[in-house]
């Protein structure tokens, strides 16, 4: 496994190796590795030829006040699961790498941005699609693999895709759950057991609207209130948001007659999770 810091090298060591038609797969991830990233590893080696896993916690994606100096970062650990799964090519570039001094170019997904997670972290997809675009244009991979943990930014990311037309395939990967419901994230390392236990409210909601799906209950509005009211018996959890939408555009829909998206966002203690779940679909 070769790990590279430069954008010279990398993209010199991805061309090379998609030489000779192989396919070449992309996991882009901020490092902190657990169970979910190395499902979407497994799942490009299924369908891809070489891995190039990216580890580069993107400073642009978080706003002021959010915890990106305490992120929780780990190079050496990662990049020995990574060679354990297999994986060709590590991309852990420094900053000064990805946003050189003066760069004033962004990737703004219009509409769709400020929707979900974009509502209470402005500027949040804006760092997400230019980073990635960035890792697009570097790596030239032919599918990417995210999680559908994060189903608005692959929503996002699809349509810069379109848009753009660029050459890759966005492959989206069940998310990866405990055994009681909690979904993986990088972000439950900041829980301590209180906390960790109050987080399952976020699955709980989720679980409250498929039940609701399942015995016939179409409309949002009614659905929406039942998910929010199991919030009522965890007051030390904060709601951000609890809606249902049309899983491309990230619009609020009426009613779930159509395949719909079940998001939730929520903080517990000063930690912000998300997670969701497909109706319909």
Known sequence: MKIV???AEMRALCR?????????????TMGALHEGHLSLVRAAREKTDVIATSIF??????GPTED???YPRGLEKD??????EGVEFVFAPAVEQMYPAGAVTWV???GLSDRLCGKSRPGHF???ATVVAKLFHIIEPDAAFFGQKDAAQHAILRKMVRDLDMPVAIEVCPIVREADGLALSSRNAYLNAEERKSALVLYRSLRRAQELFRTGERNSAKTIAAARQEFASEPSVRLDY???VNPDSLEPVLDTSSPSLAAVAAYVGNTRLIDNVLLGA
Do not use: D, M
Request: charged share 20%; glycine share 12%; hydrophobic share 40%.
């Open 5 to 7: 810091g430069t954008i």
């Open 16 to 28: 090379s190796a998609k030489s000779g038609g192989k396919r070449l797969g992309l996991v882009p």
């Open 57 to 62: 916690v993107n400073p642009t994606q978080f």
């Open 68 to 70: 990106f100096s305490r």
């Open 79 to 84: 990049c020995a699961i990574l060679e354990r």
């Open 108 to 110: 703004t997904v219009e």
């Open 126 to 128: 804006r760092g997400v």
């Open 242 to 244: 609890f809606e249902i």
